[in-house]
C-alpha cells in the first residue's frame, strides 16, 4: 500500500542550529514529493516540491530537501534556524497515475526552536 | 495570488445539528478537497472534487457529504455532528503542481 511516514513526531533544536526533518514513502515508482508548513492557527504554506530532475531542490524561507530515490526518502533541511521557524511540518506525496491528484500526507513533525 | 476562503475560523456546534462548511477558491481550479487534521494523524483526506458535480470519497469519509454547484465553491456536511467530529478541516484546491490551502476550520461539537 502506499504510504508516507515522517519518523520524527518531535524535534527540539537551537537558534542558529542546522535541522534536518525526515520523509519515507512506499510506493512502487517515483512519486512527487512536497514539504509544506503549518504555523500556529495557519493553514499550509508549501516550502517546496519535487518531480523529476536535480535531487537537490531549493525553497522559500531558506529550506532545501534531498530527494533519495534508493531510500525512497525526501529530506528537509534548514542550516540555521530561526525562532520563526517553529512550526509544524508535513511532507506530502503524490502517487501519480491515479490522475485524481489526491495529496497522501505524513503525520508531520511538530519543530521547537529554543533560545 | 491564490485564495481558498473558508468561511468560518472556529465553529461551535451541538451533537445531532447539521453542519456547513464552505469553502470557496477563486482561480478556476477544478480539483477541490476536504481534509481533516489531527495531532498526531496528518492530513486526512475526507472528500475530493474533480469537476462541478462530481465527487469522490476520499479515507475517512464516514458522516460526511459534499456538495459543488459551482466550480469555486466546495462545501462539506456533516448530517448529523458528533463529538467525534470535533477538528480541524482544512480545504485546498490543486493544480498538477501545487495544492493551495485555506486557513482552516475548527470545528468543535459538544
Known amino acids: 500500500a502506499q504510504s508516507v511516514t515522517q519518523p520524527d513526531i518531535h524535534i527540539t533544536v537551537s537558534e542558529g542550529a542546522s535541522l534536518e526533518l525526515r520523509c519515507n514513502y512506499s510506493?512502487?515508482?517515483?512519486?512527487?514529493l512536497f514539504w509544506y508548513v503549518q504555523s500556529p492557527g495557519q493553514g499550509l504554506q508549501l516550502l517546496l516540491k519535487?518531480?523529476?530532475?536535480?535531487?537537490l531542490v531549493q525553497g522559500i524561507k531558506g529550506f532545501e530537501a534531498e530527494f533519495k530515490r534508493s531510500q525512497s526518502s525526501f529530506k528537509l533541511r534548514k542550516p540555521s534556524v530561526h525562532w520563526s521557524d517553529a512550526a509544524e511540518y508535513f511532507c506530502a506525496v503524490d502517487f501519480p497515475g491515479s490522475n485524481d491528484y489526491k495529496l497522501s500526507f505524513g503525520a508531520g513533525t511538530t519543530v521547537t526552536v529554543r533560545a | 495570488d491564490v485564495k481558498v476562503t473558508q468561511s468560518s475560523r472556529y465553529l461551535v456546534k451541538r451533537t445531532g445539528e447539521k453542519v456547513f462548511l464552505e469553502c470557496v477558491q477563486d482561480?478556476?481550479?477544478?480539483?477541490m478537497f476536504w481534509y481533516r487534521q489531527d495531532p498526531g494523524l496528518g492530513l486526512r483526506l475526507i472528500y475530493f472534487s474533480y469537476d462541478v458535480k462530481m465527487k469522490e470519497k476520499g479515507d475517512i469519509p464516514e458522516g460526511y457529504s459534499v456538495s459543488r454547484e459551482k466550480k469555486e465553491r466546495f462545501s462539506l456536511i456533516l448530517e448529523s455532528a458528533s463529538t467525534n467530529q470535533t477538528s480541524m478541516y482544512l480545504c485546498?484546491?490543486?493544480?498538477?503542481?501545487?495544492?493551495?490551502f485555506g486557513q482552516g476550520t475548527r470545528l468543535t461539537v459538544v
Open positions: 482561480m478556476d481550479h477544478e480539483n
Open positions: 519535487y518531480f523529476s530532475g536535480d535531487t
Open positions: 510506493y512502487g515508482a517515483t512519486p512527487y
Open positions: 485546498a484546491s490543486r493544480t498538477l503542481t501545487e495544492a493551495f
